[in-house]
């Protein structure tokens, strides 16, 4: 499968603490993507990262790239109830973007 | 949801009977895309336009059709459904496409049911 794998499969933290998530891949690619699903809802796009650029950030976000690993992590600082949602990695190589199987976040208050 | 509207948003049907879920978008975007996520498999695309009446197929197109006769409207077919046909379905859209960067906005999802 072309599929990315994503890990873990779930986190459950405090809110307040940091969620780190990670993606790997196995083809070359243009570009990674994350994006963000809450329940019963579509996709939201989050961050993409080109495959020249090693780390980006966007306000708690903060996304890293080792093309040399195929491996992508996201992490999400100071995390916020509304956090809350499953997060997913998506890689573009020359065909369409390729989705991994997700991370399903749950922050507790 | 970026302009985009799918329709229905829920369906139920009997397995052999044809389906058709619409997708609308009202950004002026040049692909579209559909895809079905189910568990433990994420997003799979079915088959994807990168214009009117331009389509190709996706990773798991057995069993579906598409059609695009206007840019704003991308339309997915079952055309005899079955039971592993159960799904949510999304539609996306982008505006650029071919490898390059395709951030791609999802309307809200069309849950089927096949019994």
Known sequence: ?109 | DAGITQSPRHKVTETGTPVTLRCHQTENHRYMYWYRQDPGHGLRLIHYSYGVKDTDKGEVSDGYSVSRSKTEDFLLTLESATSSQTSVYFCAISHQGGGYQETQYFGPGTRLLVL
């Open chain 1, 1 to 109: 499968s072309q599929q990315g794998e994503e890990d873990p499969q779930a986190l459950s933290i405090q809110e307040g603490e940091n969620a780190t998530m990670n993606c790997s891949y196995k083809t070359s690619i243009n570009n990674l993507q994350w994006y963000r699903q809450n329940s019963g809802r579509g996709l939201v796009h989050l961050i993409l990262i080109r495959s020249n650029e090693r780390e980006k950030h966007s306000g708690r976000l903060r996304v890293t790239l080792d093309t040399s690993k195929k491996s992508s992590s996201l992490l999400i600082t100071a995390s916020r109830a509304a956090d809350t949602a499953s997060y997913f990695c998506a890689f573009q190589g020359a065909q369409k973007l390729v989705f991994g199987q997700g991370t399903r976040l749950t922050i507790n208050p």
